[in-house]
T-cell receptor
Framework: NAGVTQTPKFQVLKTGQSMTLQCAQD?????MYWYRQDPGMGLRLIYYSASEGTTDKGEVPNGYNVSRLNKREFSLRLESAAPSQTSVYFC???????????FGNGTRLTVT | QKEVEQDPGPLSVPEGAIVSLNCTYS??????FMWYRQYSRKGPELLMYTYSSGNKEDGRFTAQVDKSSKYISLFIRDSQPSDSATYLC???????????FGKGTLLTVNP
């Protein structure tokens, strides 16, 4: 039972490069989320998708775009990476409102 | 005032100790309360999930919610070195279905 799978696990980018972080869940969950986690800042919501076909901004959306490709997959794109986007990115999903989130194991991104 | 406050620690205890972890919050709409455990270089995993006020026990773990004081706690009895991790509180309520997290408390249990 894979749960929430994130790829890649690690990535190093140069400033200005672009990349897409991939997330897939096999729990038939409706809602999916992208968070970033930084020392001293905790988990901050970037974007979320309450259901297939919808996406909404979270607390820190600037510099990111998302695509809810289908019910299983939710990707996060950095169009022009900046050193401030160096972070650990977590994808999460849940079946219904106010239910606990299930997290992937993260993508560790460094932007030089 | 931040919506959720959590003492970041670090907290270091000897094996077998009782550990108390706490969060306070300001939003009275919160009704669902969670504790997550996060090991180094891993994603958060759900430890406890409670609704409204009261206590919930699961093995060595007890979660308490006091909505009148806007205060939640996680107690770990007979703590083990394997409990060494960062513990995150989280809560939600209302119609936006988004979790609000504390910043986490780093716990080390020494053998």
């Amino acid at each position: 039972n894979a749960g929430v799978t994130q790829t890649p696990k690690f990535q190093v980018l140069k400033t200005g490069q672009s990349m897409t972080l991939q997330c897939a869940q096999d729990m038939n969950h409706n809602s999916m989320y992208w968070y970033r986690q930084d020392p001293g800042m905790g988990l901050r919501l970037i974007y979320y998708s309450a259901s297939e076909g919808t996406t909404d901004k979270g607390e820190v959306p600037n510099g990111y775009n998302v695509s809810r490709l289908n019910k299983r997959e939710f990707s996060l794109r950095l169009e022009s990476a900046a050193p401030s986007q160096t972070s650990v990115y977590f994808c999460a999903s849940t079946g219904q409102g106010n239910s606990p989130l299930h997290f992937g194991n993260g993508t560790r991104l460094t932007v030089t | 005032q931040k919506e959720v406050e959590q003492d970041p620690g670090p907290l270091s205890v000897p094996e077998g100790a009782i550990v108390s972890l706490n969060c306070t919050y300001s939003n009275s709409a919160f009704q669902y309360f969670m504790w997550y455990r996060q090991y180094s270089r891993k994603g958060p995993e759900l430890l406890m999930y409670t609704y409204s006020s009261g206590n919930k026990e699961d093995g060595r773990f007890t979660a308490q919610v006091d909505k009148s004081s806007k205060y939640i706690s996680l107690f770990i009895r007979d703590s083990q070195p394997s409990d060494s991790a960062t513990y995150l509180c989280a809560m939600s309520g209302g119609s936006n279905y988004k979790l609000t997290f504390g910043k986490g408390t780093l716990l080390t249990v020494n053998p």
